[in-house]
Structure formats: C-alpha cells, structure tokens
C-alpha cells in the first residue's frame, strides 16, 4: 500500500511539473504530450484528450501525440470523439500525405460507426505509408477495390514483444504492412464486416510479390477470436509469442497503469482475478467474462487458449515462439520467422526495443505466489507443444 501512496505521489508531482514547463514554454508539444500521458495514468482522460490534441495542433506531425488519442478509452457516444474527427480532418487539409492523421481519423469514424468512410481513409493510409516507405511502388497502379486478407497474423500473446517482432517482420523487403499494427477485427470489431478489415492492407500489387499481416496480440485468449478466424481465413500462417507468464502479468499490469485504466495495486489486483478464477474449469473459462475481466493471470493460461486454436488449425499453420529467446536473439528469431513464411532470410542493422516500459519489479512475495500457480500450466504447455520453456 505504501509504494502505491508513493506512485501517486510522483504522478502528482509529474504532472506539477508539466504543468510549469507549459507555464514557461506555452508552444512546447512534448510538454503537452508528457502531461497528457501523466494525466491519463491518472485517470484524467478529458483532460489528457485535451493535451494531446493541443500538441498536435502546435505540431500536426507529431507522432507521438496520436498514439495515446488512438487507444484512448473513449465510449462510442462521447462527444470529445467529434473534436478528435475534427482535429484530424484540419491536420490532413495542412499534411495531406501524413498517413497517421488518416489512421487516427479512420478509428475514430469507426467507434462512430461510419464504417464506410472508415474503410476509405484506412485504404488511403496503407497507400500512402506504403509509398513512404517504399518509394519504388509510388508510380506502381494502386488498385484500392481489389481488397486482400493478410497472410500471416501474430496472435499473441500481449507484452510478449508482439509489436518489436511486427516492426522486425514488416521491416522484410517483400513484406508491407498494414495500415495498423493492432486490428482487433476477430475480437472487438468483427461486426464492422470482413472489407472493413481487409480495407487495413495493402492490395495485391501486378508484378510484385509481397505479404501482409497484421499482430493483435489478444486474439490468442479471446473466446471467439479462433473461430471466426478460421471462419474467415483458414489458410492462413499464425505467429505465437509467449513470455514467463509472470513476467507478462506483471508488464500488462504497468500499461494499463500508464493508460489510466488500473488504480489497484499488482497484489489486490491478482487477488481479485485469483478469486473470479478459483474453481475455473476449462470449459468455463472460454466465457467470454474472464476475456474482459481478467487481464494479468488468465491472459498467461498459455495451454488453454492455444488448446482452442490448434483444435480448428493444423499445427503447422503455427510458429511458437517464446519471448526470452527474441529479446536475447532477435536475429535468430527473424531467421525462424522468415522460414516460417516461405521467404528468403533478412537481418537489420538494428534491433531496437519498442513499446517496452520502465518500472520497478514486482514484489518478490507476490512473484513467489504467481510461480506457484503457473507451474502447472507452464508444465502443460511444455507437453502440449513439446518444447521446453526456460521459466
């Protein structure tokens, strides 16, 4: 309870400290862009809307600024939505081939429900990210009606290193990604409709060859995400991650508290899902409540959600990977990958670390407590895929 007083402490301080520094530079985006993050660990997501479209309009290209605006726990009935939409049209009139404000502006018409004109501004963002980042396709015909579906899909499991493997992966000179990272179309979307999803990537191009996919990685937990995969793309290549599991538990933990969105301690917030979970058969937790409940010790039931997929695809549809070999080898991993995908191998010049996050380790009493309960998972797992895992 104490280091919790302490965290709020420091948060209040952060945010005191922002709030000066835009007191003594009034035209700083990064200070605007730093408080809005404070606040919204705070709770304060008004507010932290606010700042962050303050620092995009003091600068329109700044990137940063879209990402928290994008992910935002805004219901679909909110009116700060309207102001958003607004802001983004305003940037695309100033930066017309910026495909961020394009991508922003898509998923907030999409929460909106203005499916249509959502599906036009994703096809215009993955035109014009794909032309940035491969200027050689700039004069290629871009047919936007002939929609495509992906060809591979990383499928979790979240803060495993999904999204520094989806940026390795998409970095393959025949591989273009799609319009955004993290689609949650089998999950949280699948009523926008199948070209609303296919809308995300980039169409079949004449005379090249090149792959698409997309890295949600919450798909390999949710209840219905496998079926309406395999409903929809049978055929297609799944990547799995998959990290000590109380070494994940504890990273979910720290992102929802940076988004705001957990005020509890780790301790009392495993207690609570320890508790919903007690007595969970494998039967009942393909519910659909522990899916949106339970964030920290279910989505590390590695064995019984992978037990879900592998009875719908076969087996050599998957590459399980696990996260400790990619973050001390990320270059033998992108070989295994590559391979996996029928594709010729590719290293980068270099490995950078993306959306990971500093915080202090979890208490040693509460790690102990959350070994004990993976263990006998952790050894289904390991006989379920036959392969060891070092935890």
């Known amino acids: 309870m104490q280091n919790s007083l302490n965290d709020r402490e420091k948060l209040q301080e952060s945010i005191a400290l922002y709030e000066q520094a835009i007191v003594q530079n009034p035209n700083s985006p990064s200070a605007y862009h730093e408080l809005g993050k404070a606040l919204q660990q705070n709770g304060q997501i008004a507010a932290a809307v606010a700042c962050h479209q303050k620092a995009i309009l003091l ?74 980042s491969r200027p050689e396709l700039s004069q290629v015909k871009w047919n936007s009606t002939a929609l495509r579906e992906p060809d591979f899909i990383i499928i979790g499991s979240p803060r495993c290193g999904t999204t520094s493997l989806y940026k390795y992966i998409t970095a393959h000179p025949q591989i273009l990604p799609a319009a955004n990272k993290e689609i949650c179309f089998f999950s949280e979307h699948f009523n926008k409709g ?21 890295a949600t990685p919450t798909y ?33 933990y720290q992102m929802l508290v940076r988004r705001g969105t957990e005020s509890r301690t780790f301790e009392v ?11 969970a058969t494998e ?21 019984c959600s992978l037990k879900q997929w592998i009875k719908l695809f076969p087996r050599e549809q998957f590459l399980i990977l696990q996260s400790e070999e990619f973050y001390a080898n990320p270059a033998a991993t992108l070989s295994q990958v590559f391979e996996f995908l029928d594709l010729p191998d590719y290293q980068l010049s270099d490995y950078k670390q993306y959306n990971g996050g500093n915080y202090q380790p979890a208490d040693d009493v509460v790690r102990q407590r959350l070994r004990e309960y993976f263990q006998p998972h952790n050894l289904e797992l390991a006989e379920y895929v036959n392969r060891q895992f070092a935890w």
Request: proline fraction near 8%; charged fraction near 15%; include cysteine.
């Open 59 to 132: 600068q329109p290209n700044f990137t940063a600024a879209y990402f928290p605006l994008m992910y935002a726990p805004l219901p679909k009935d909110s009116p700060l939505l309207d102001g958003l939409v607004a802001l983004y049209r305003e940037v695309i009139e100033i930066l017309p081939n910026f495909p961020l404000a394009y991508i922003n502006l898509a998923v907030t018409l999409s929460k909106q429900g203005k499916i249509q004109e959502s599906r036009s501004l994703f096809q215009t963002a993955v035109r014009l990210q794909t032309v940035a």
């Open 194 to 214: 199948l070209a609303w999803y296919q809308a995300h990537f980039p169409p079949h191009i004449e005379g090249q060859h090149f792959l698409t996919g997309e």
């Open 220 to 252: 390999l937990t949710h209840p219905l995400a496998a079926s309406r995969l395999h409903g929809c793309l049978p055929k297609v290549k799944l990547i799995v991650i998959l990290r000590n599991p109380v070494d994940r538990a504890f990273s979910h």
């Open 269 to 279: 917030a495993i207690d609570s899902e320890l508790q919903l979970l007690a007595g």
């Open 283 to 303: 039967v009942s937790l393909a519910d659909q409540s522990y899916w949106k409940d339970s964030h920290y010790i279910y989505k590390s039931l590695y064995a």
